[in-house]
Protein backbone atom coordinates (compact mmCIF):
# COMPACT_ATOMS: atom_id res chain seq x y z
CA UNK A 1 0.00 0.00 0.00
CA UNK A 2 1.35 3.37 -1.14
CA UNK A 3 2.70 5.94 2.19
CA UNK A 4 0.04 8.20 0.44
CA UNK A 5 -2.73 5.59 0.70
CA UNK A 6 -1.97 4.59 4.33
CA UNK A 7 -1.89 8.35 5.31
CA UNK A 8 -5.56 9.37 3.38
CA UNK A 9 -7.02 6.16 4.97
CA UNK A 10 -5.48 7.11 8.50
CA UNK A 11 -6.91 10.67 8.15
CA UNK A 12 -10.67 9.28 7.12
CA UNK A 13 -10.70 7.48 9.89
CA UNK A 14 -9.66 10.26 12.52
CA UNK A 15 -12.42 12.43 10.48
CA UNK A 16 -15.14 10.21 11.19
CA UNK A 17 -14.11 9.39 14.76
CA UNK A 18 -14.68 12.85 15.21
CA UNK A 19 -18.32 12.75 14.13
CA UNK A 20 -19.55 8.86 14.60
CA UNK A 21 -21.37 9.82 17.83
CA UNK A 22 -23.33 12.10 15.21
CA UNK A 23 -23.66 9.59 12.75
CA UNK A 24 -24.94 7.05 14.88
CA UNK A 25 -27.53 8.64 16.00
CA UNK A 26 -28.58 8.94 12.20
CA UNK A 27 -28.27 5.37 11.73
CA UNK A 28 -25.92 4.84 8.87
CA UNK A 29 -23.11 2.57 8.44
CA UNK A 30 -20.25 3.61 9.18
CA UNK A 31 -18.95 1.44 6.16
CA UNK A 32 -21.51 3.17 3.47
CA UNK A 33 -19.64 6.51 4.22
CA UNK A 34 -16.41 5.10 3.75
CA UNK A 35 -17.21 3.45 0.73
CA UNK A 36 -18.96 6.77 -0.24
CA UNK A 37 -15.70 8.50 0.44
CA UNK A 38 -13.37 5.58 -1.06
CA UNK A 39 -15.23 5.98 -4.64
CA UNK A 40 -14.65 10.25 -4.42
CA UNK A 41 -10.88 9.28 -3.58
CA UNK A 42 -10.16 6.84 -5.26
CA UNK A 43 -8.82 6.41 -9.33
CA UNK A 44 -11.67 7.11 -10.86
CA UNK A 45 -12.64 10.64 -8.49
CA UNK A 46 -9.38 12.49 -6.89
CA UNK A 47 -7.25 9.85 -7.16
CA UNK A 48 -5.53 10.33 -4.15
CA UNK A 49 -6.33 6.38 -2.89
CA UNK A 50 -4.23 4.66 -4.81
CA UNK A 51 -5.71 0.88 -4.34
CA UNK A 52 -6.55 -2.09 -6.57
CA UNK A 53 -8.09 -5.38 -6.73
CA UNK A 54 -4.33 -6.96 -7.16
CA UNK A 55 -3.67 -4.94 -4.52
CA UNK A 56 -1.82 -7.09 -1.51
CA UNK A 57 -2.70 -4.73 1.04
CA UNK A 58 -6.61 -4.94 0.77
CA UNK A 59 -6.97 -8.71 0.68
CA UNK A 60 -4.36 -8.80 4.13
CA UNK A 61 -5.98 -6.44 5.67
CA UNK A 62 -9.77 -7.87 4.34
CA UNK A 63 -8.75 -11.28 6.07
CA UNK A 64 -7.34 -9.22 9.22
CA UNK A 65 -10.19 -7.61 9.90
CA UNK A 66 -12.74 -11.02 9.56
CA UNK A 67 -10.13 -12.77 11.51
CA UNK A 68 -11.00 -10.50 14.30
CA UNK A 69 -14.36 -9.95 13.49
CA UNK A 70 -14.79 -13.78 13.65
CA UNK A 71 -13.02 -14.27 16.56
CA UNK A 72 -14.81 -11.73 18.38
CA UNK A 73 -18.48 -12.81 17.41
CA UNK A 74 -17.42 -16.84 18.21
CA UNK A 75 -16.49 -15.02 21.65
CA UNK A 76 -19.97 -13.25 22.45
CA UNK A 77 -21.81 -16.45 21.64
CA UNK A 78 -22.88 -18.94 24.42
CA UNK A 79 -24.22 -22.21 22.35
CA UNK A 80 -25.71 -23.38 25.47
CA UNK A 81 -27.96 -20.91 26.57
CA UNK A 82 -29.18 -21.05 22.59
CA UNK A 83 -30.08 -24.18 22.51
CA UNK A 84 -31.67 -23.91 26.53
CA UNK A 85 -33.41 -20.20 26.42
CA UNK A 86 -32.56 -19.63 22.22
CA UNK A 87 -36.00 -20.36 21.35
CA UNK A 88 -36.69 -17.67 18.27
CA UNK A 89 -32.73 -17.59 18.44
CA UNK A 90 -32.38 -20.99 17.81
CA UNK A 91 -34.91 -21.28 14.81
CA UNK A 92 -33.06 -19.10 13.17
CA UNK A 93 -29.88 -20.43 13.19
CA UNK A 94 -30.70 -23.92 12.70
CA UNK A 95 -33.78 -23.58 10.28
CA UNK A 96 -33.46 -19.99 8.85
CA UNK A 97 -30.03 -19.91 8.02
CA UNK A 98 -29.80 -22.87 6.38
CA UNK A 99 -32.43 -22.14 4.33
CA UNK A 100 -31.16 -19.30 3.01
CA UNK A 101 -28.56 -20.98 1.51
CA UNK A 102 -30.41 -23.20 0.13
CA UNK A 103 -33.21 -20.75 -1.38
CA UNK A 104 -29.86 -18.67 -2.29
CA UNK A 105 -28.33 -21.14 -4.22
CA UNK A 106 -31.84 -21.88 -6.41
CA UNK A 107 -32.26 -18.24 -6.89
CA UNK A 108 -28.69 -18.19 -8.48
CA UNK A 109 -29.07 -21.19 -10.44
CA UNK A 110 -32.46 -19.96 -12.09
CA UNK A 111 -31.48 -15.94 -12.85
CA UNK A 112 -27.65 -16.90 -13.54
CA UNK A 113 -27.74 -20.16 -15.43
CA UNK A 114 -24.08 -19.25 -16.68
CA UNK A 115 -22.89 -20.64 -13.19
CA UNK A 116 -22.54 -24.00 -12.54
CA UNK A 117 -24.38 -25.43 -10.39
CA UNK A 118 -21.76 -25.58 -7.31
CA UNK A 119 -20.64 -21.86 -8.15
CA UNK A 120 -24.12 -20.88 -7.33
CA UNK A 121 -23.95 -22.68 -3.89
CA UNK A 122 -20.88 -20.64 -3.54
CA UNK A 123 -22.40 -17.60 -4.52
CA UNK A 124 -25.41 -17.82 -2.07
CA UNK A 125 -23.24 -18.58 0.69
CA UNK A 126 -21.04 -15.14 0.18
CA UNK A 127 -24.18 -13.36 -0.11
CA UNK A 128 -25.55 -15.14 2.97
CA UNK A 129 -23.59 -13.71 6.28
CA UNK A 130 -25.54 -11.04 8.37
CA UNK A 131 -23.40 -8.53 9.91
CA UNK A 132 -26.20 -6.30 11.99
CA UNK A 133 -22.95 -4.56 13.64
CA UNK A 134 -22.55 -2.69 10.88
CA UNK A 135 -25.73 -0.62 12.29
CA UNK A 136 -24.42 -0.19 15.42
CA UNK A 137 -26.79 2.46 16.67
CA UNK A 138 -29.93 -0.25 16.19
CA UNK A 139 -28.32 -2.54 18.65
CA UNK A 140 -28.55 0.04 21.10
CA UNK A 141 -32.15 1.83 20.28
CA UNK A 142 -33.88 0.64 23.12
CA UNK A 143 -37.23 1.20 20.94
CA UNK A 144 -36.35 -2.54 19.82
CA UNK A 145 -36.80 -4.86 22.23
CA UNK A 146 -34.25 -6.67 23.97
CA UNK A 147 -34.88 -9.82 22.72
CA UNK A 148 -34.82 -8.98 18.80
CA UNK A 149 -31.81 -6.97 19.70
CA UNK A 150 -30.49 -10.51 21.34
CA UNK A 151 -31.43 -11.96 18.69
CA UNK A 152 -30.41 -10.52 15.53
CA UNK A 153 -26.90 -10.17 17.18
CA UNK A 154 -26.51 -13.99 17.99
CA UNK A 155 -27.91 -15.23 14.69
CA UNK A 156 -25.16 -12.71 12.61
CA UNK A 157 -22.08 -14.14 14.85
CA UNK A 158 -23.61 -17.51 13.95
CA UNK A 159 -23.50 -16.67 9.99
CA UNK A 160 -20.39 -16.40 9.41
CA UNK A 161 -19.17 -19.71 10.67
CA UNK A 162 -22.16 -21.71 8.86
CA UNK A 163 -21.27 -19.71 5.58
CA UNK A 164 -17.75 -20.41 5.33
CA UNK A 165 -18.26 -23.81 6.32
CA UNK A 166 -20.57 -24.04 3.40
CA UNK A 167 -18.60 -22.30 1.18
CA UNK A 168 -15.49 -24.25 1.72
CA UNK A 169 -17.57 -27.48 1.08
CA UNK A 170 -18.80 -26.06 -2.34
CA UNK A 171 -15.72 -24.46 -3.68
CA UNK A 172 -14.20 -28.21 -3.24
CA UNK A 173 -16.26 -29.46 -5.23
CA UNK A 174 -16.74 -26.91 -7.57
CA UNK A 175 -12.81 -27.19 -8.19
CA UNK A 176 -13.14 -30.78 -7.85
CA UNK A 177 -15.22 -30.86 -11.30
CA UNK A 178 -12.81 -29.11 -13.14
CA UNK A 179 -9.37 -31.29 -11.56
CA UNK A 180 -7.85 -34.30 -12.92
CA UNK A 181 -7.86 -35.45 -9.57
CA UNK A 182 -10.54 -35.09 -7.25
CA UNK A 183 -9.39 -36.51 -4.36
CA UNK A 184 -6.85 -33.47 -3.80
CA UNK A 185 -10.21 -31.45 -3.59
CA UNK A 186 -11.58 -33.70 -0.84
CA UNK A 187 -8.16 -33.74 1.29
CA UNK A 188 -8.74 -30.14 1.02
CA UNK A 189 -12.09 -30.19 2.17
CA UNK A 190 -11.16 -32.21 5.10
CA UNK A 191 -8.10 -29.90 6.02
CA UNK A 192 -10.27 -26.53 5.85
CA UNK A 193 -13.10 -28.25 7.49
CA UNK A 194 -11.89 -31.06 10.02
CA UNK A 195 -8.11 -29.97 10.80
CA UNK A 196 -8.78 -25.97 11.09
CA UNK A 197 -11.55 -26.24 13.55
CA UNK A 198 -9.33 -28.65 15.49
CA UNK A 199 -6.31 -26.69 15.58
CA UNK A 200 -8.70 -23.49 16.46
CA UNK A 201 -10.45 -24.98 19.08
CA UNK A 202 -7.15 -25.96 21.00
CA UNK A 203 -5.28 -23.00 20.34
CA UNK A 204 -8.78 -21.14 21.97
CA UNK A 205 -8.81 -23.49 25.04
CA UNK A 206 -4.80 -22.82 25.38
CA UNK A 207 -5.45 -19.02 25.07
CA UNK A 208 -8.44 -18.60 26.69
CA UNK A 209 -6.72 -20.13 29.68
CA UNK A 210 -3.93 -18.30 30.08
CA UNK A 211 -5.20 -14.77 29.71
CA UNK A 212 -8.61 -15.52 31.78
CA UNK A 213 -6.02 -16.96 34.74
CA UNK A 214 -3.61 -13.97 34.13
CA UNK A 215 -6.02 -11.73 34.32
CA UNK A 216 -7.62 -13.02 37.31
CA UNK A 217 -4.40 -13.50 38.97
CA UNK A 218 -3.77 -9.64 38.83
CA UNK A 219 -0.78 -10.79 36.89
CA UNK A 220 -1.99 -9.06 33.14
CA UNK A 221 -3.64 -5.68 32.73
CA UNK A 222 -6.90 -4.76 31.23
CA UNK A 223 -5.50 -3.56 28.35
CA UNK A 224 -2.63 -6.82 27.32
CA UNK A 225 -5.47 -8.75 28.55
CA UNK A 226 -7.48 -7.18 25.08
CA UNK A 227 -4.65 -7.16 23.17
CA UNK A 228 -3.77 -10.79 24.19
CA UNK A 229 -7.01 -11.47 22.76
CA UNK A 230 -6.29 -10.10 19.41
CA UNK A 231 -3.16 -11.68 19.37
CA UNK A 232 -5.01 -15.24 20.02
CA UNK A 233 -7.69 -14.79 16.71
CA UNK A 234 -4.70 -13.88 14.95
CA UNK A 235 -2.90 -16.93 16.12
CA UNK A 236 -5.45 -19.40 15.05
CA UNK A 237 -5.44 -17.91 11.77
CA UNK A 238 -2.40 -18.07 11.18
CA UNK A 239 -2.08 -21.59 12.31
CA UNK A 240 -5.20 -22.58 10.12
CA UNK A 241 -3.42 -21.37 7.26
CA UNK A 242 0.35 -22.91 7.97
CA UNK A 243 -1.80 -26.18 8.02
CA UNK A 244 -3.12 -25.36 4.46
CA UNK A 245 -6.60 -25.48 6.10
CA UNK A 246 -8.87 -22.46 6.56
CA UNK A 247 -7.43 -19.32 8.96
CA UNK A 248 -10.93 -18.33 9.32
CA UNK A 249 -12.78 -21.51 10.28
CA UNK A 250 -9.86 -21.50 13.29
CA UNK A 251 -10.44 -18.35 13.94
CA UNK A 252 -14.54 -18.98 14.75
CA UNK A 253 -14.16 -22.27 16.34
CA UNK A 254 -10.91 -20.17 18.14
CA UNK A 255 -13.38 -17.52 19.37
CA UNK A 256 -15.88 -20.55 20.78
CA UNK A 257 -13.17 -22.53 22.55
CA UNK A 258 -11.97 -19.03 23.82
CA UNK A 259 -15.45 -18.53 25.33
CA UNK A 260 -15.97 -21.45 27.06
CA UNK A 261 -12.92 -21.21 29.35
CA UNK A 262 -13.48 -17.49 30.18
CA UNK A 263 -16.76 -18.80 31.56
CA UNK A 264 -14.90 -21.75 33.35
CA UNK A 265 -13.36 -18.69 35.49
CA UNK A 266 -16.11 -16.89 35.39
CA UNK A 267 -14.60 -13.48 34.06
CA UNK A 268 -15.67 -11.48 31.22
CA UNK A 269 -12.21 -10.94 29.91
CA UNK A 270 -12.29 -7.04 28.00
CA UNK A 271 -12.69 -6.57 24.89
CA UNK A 272 -12.30 -3.01 23.71
CA UNK A 273 -9.28 -3.03 22.11
CA UNK A 274 -10.54 -6.32 19.91
CA UNK A 275 -13.57 -4.26 18.68
CA UNK A 276 -12.34 -1.18 17.92
CA UNK A 277 -9.98 -3.03 16.38
CA UNK A 278 -12.06 -5.19 14.32
CA UNK A 279 -14.08 -2.19 13.38
CA UNK A 280 -11.06 -0.37 12.26
CA UNK A 281 -9.49 -2.70 9.83
CA UNK A 282 -13.26 -3.13 8.40
CA UNK A 283 -13.54 0.34 7.81
CA UNK A 284 -10.63 0.81 5.84
CA UNK A 285 -11.34 -2.72 3.90
CA UNK A 286 -14.40 -0.70 2.96
CA UNK A 287 -12.86 2.55 1.63
CA UNK A 288 -10.61 0.74 -0.29
CA UNK A 289 -13.25 -1.44 -1.52
CA UNK A 290 -15.13 1.84 -2.50
CA UNK A 291 -11.82 3.30 -4.47
CA UNK A 292 -11.31 0.14 -6.87
CA UNK A 293 -14.64 -1.77 -6.70
CA UNK A 294 -17.59 -0.20 -6.98
CA UNK A 295 -17.72 1.34 -9.99
CA UNK A 296 -16.53 -1.46 -11.95
CA UNK A 297 -18.66 -4.18 -10.41
CA UNK A 298 -21.78 -1.91 -11.15
CA UNK A 299 -20.11 -0.61 -14.74
CA UNK A 300 -21.01 -4.63 -15.76
CA UNK A 301 -23.14 -5.85 -14.00
CA UNK A 302 -26.41 -6.96 -16.20
CA UNK A 303 -29.74 -7.03 -15.10
CA UNK A 304 -29.73 -10.28 -13.99
CA UNK A 305 -26.60 -9.83 -11.52
CA UNK A 306 -28.72 -7.08 -10.02
CA UNK A 307 -31.48 -8.53 -9.66
CA UNK A 308 -30.17 -12.21 -8.12
CA UNK A 309 -28.04 -9.58 -5.60
CA UNK A 310 -31.71 -7.68 -4.59
CA UNK A 311 -33.61 -11.31 -4.21
CA UNK A 312 -30.38 -12.93 -2.81
CA UNK A 313 -30.27 -10.00 0.03
CA UNK A 314 -33.77 -9.07 0.81
CA UNK A 315 -36.26 -11.55 -0.27
CA UNK A 316 -34.75 -14.74 0.18
CA UNK A 317 -33.76 -13.82 3.67
CA UNK A 318 -37.17 -12.79 4.37
CA UNK A 319 -38.86 -16.00 3.08
CA UNK A 320 -36.53 -18.16 5.10
CA UNK A 321 -36.67 -16.05 8.23
CA UNK A 322 -40.45 -15.76 7.98
CA UNK A 323 -40.17 -20.01 7.28
CA UNK A 324 -38.33 -20.40 10.93
CA UNK A 325 -40.21 -18.32 12.84
CA UNK A 326 -44.09 -19.97 11.85
CA UNK A 327 -46.15 -20.44 14.78
CA UNK A 328 -43.28 -18.45 17.11
CA UNK A 329 -44.66 -16.06 19.61
CA UNK A 330 -43.17 -13.00 17.71
CA UNK A 331 -45.62 -10.61 16.29
CA UNK A 332 -45.38 -10.39 12.63
CA UNK A 333 -44.22 -7.28 12.47
CA UNK A 334 -40.73 -8.23 14.50
CA UNK A 335 -40.50 -11.45 12.40
CA UNK A 336 -40.51 -8.96 9.33
CA UNK A 337 -37.97 -6.82 11.29
CA UNK A 338 -35.74 -9.48 11.81
CA UNK A 339 -35.93 -10.68 7.99
CA UNK A 340 -35.84 -7.58 6.71
CA UNK A 341 -32.40 -6.04 8.58
CA UNK A 342 -29.50 -8.47 7.67
CA UNK A 343 -27.04 -5.83 6.24
CA UNK A 344 -24.50 -7.55 4.34
CA UNK A 345 -20.61 -6.82 4.80
CA UNK A 346 -16.91 -7.63 5.05
CA UNK A 347 -18.36 -11.39 5.24
CA UNK A 348 -19.47 -11.19 1.98
CA UNK A 349 -16.58 -9.30 0.58
CA UNK A 350 -14.08 -11.55 2.02
CA UNK A 351 -15.47 -14.90 1.28
CA UNK A 352 -15.62 -13.57 -2.59
CA UNK A 353 -12.09 -12.94 -2.25
CA UNK A 354 -11.92 -16.53 -0.97
CA UNK A 355 -13.60 -18.04 -3.64
CA UNK A 356 -11.88 -16.10 -6.77
CA UNK A 357 -8.30 -17.07 -4.45
CA UNK A 358 -8.45 -20.63 -3.62
CA UNK A 359 -11.27 -22.21 -5.77
CA UNK A 360 -11.15 -23.54 -10.03
CA UNK A 361 -13.82 -20.75 -10.45
CA UNK A 362 -15.25 -20.40 -14.07
CA UNK A 363 -17.68 -17.27 -13.70
CA UNK A 364 -15.46 -15.18 -11.11
CA UNK A 365 -16.54 -11.90 -13.04
CA UNK A 366 -19.80 -12.64 -11.92
CA UNK A 367 -19.50 -13.08 -8.31
CA UNK A 368 -17.22 -10.12 -8.07
CA UNK A 369 -20.53 -8.30 -9.74
CA UNK A 370 -23.00 -9.30 -7.44
CA UNK A 371 -20.55 -9.08 -4.51
CA UNK A 372 -20.01 -5.49 -5.22
CA UNK A 373 -24.12 -5.03 -5.86
CA UNK A 374 -25.26 -6.78 -2.95
CA UNK A 375 -23.21 -5.11 -0.65
CA UNK A 376 -23.68 -1.87 -1.65
CA UNK A 377 -27.53 -1.89 -2.08
CA UNK A 378 -27.27 -3.76 1.38
CA UNK A 379 -25.52 -0.75 2.84
CA UNK A 380 -27.59 2.09 1.42
CA UNK A 381 -30.69 0.55 1.76
CA UNK A 382 -30.46 -0.76 5.15
CA UNK A 383 -29.18 2.93 6.47
CA UNK A 384 -31.85 4.67 4.56
CA UNK A 385 -34.76 2.32 6.08
CA UNK A 386 -33.50 1.61 9.91
CA UNK A 387 -34.82 5.09 11.19
CA UNK A 388 -38.43 4.43 9.69
CA UNK A 389 -38.23 0.47 10.89
CA UNK A 390 -37.13 1.62 14.34
CA UNK A 391 -39.81 4.33 14.70
CA UNK A 392 -42.58 2.29 13.61
CA UNK A 393 -41.73 -0.33 16.16
CA UNK A 394 -43.25 0.71 19.14
CA UNK A 395 -46.51 1.75 17.62
CA UNK A 396 -46.61 -1.14 15.42
CA UNK A 397 -45.05 -4.41 17.08
CA UNK A 398 -42.99 -3.96 19.56
CA UNK A 399 -45.44 -3.33 22.49
CA UNK A 400 -45.89 -7.09 21.89
CA UNK A 401 -42.11 -7.97 22.28
CA UNK A 402 -41.60 -8.37 26.15
CA UNK A 403 -37.84 -8.32 27.04
CA UNK A 404 -38.57 -11.56 29.63
CA UNK A 405 -39.45 -14.22 27.08
CA UNK A 406 -37.20 -16.33 26.08
CA UNK A 407 -34.70 -15.47 23.77
Not at 135 to 163: C, K, M, N, Q
Not at 203 to 211: D, N, Q
Not at 375 to 399: C, D, E, Y
Amino acid sequence: MHTSTTLVLTLLVLGYAVVSAVVSRWYVAPALIFVLLGMVLGPSGLHVIDASPEAGGFTVLAQLALTVILFNQAARLDVRQVVQRGHVTFRLIFIGIPLTLALGAVTAALLLPVLPWWEAVCLAAIIAPTEVALIDALLDDERIPERIRHTLSVESGFYDGFALAALLAAVALASASNDAHPGRWAWFAFRTEIVSLVAGAVIGVLGGWAIAAAWKRGSMSDTWAQLATVAVALLCFETGEELHGSGFVAAFAGGLAFAVVARRYEEQVPTQVSDATAQLLELVVFAMFGAFAVKEGWQYAGWRVVLFAVLGVFAVRMVAVLIALIRSDLPMYSRAFIGWFGPRGIGTVVLGLIVLERGQIEEADVIVQVVVVAVTISLLLHSLTAPLGIGRFRSVGGSADRADQPL
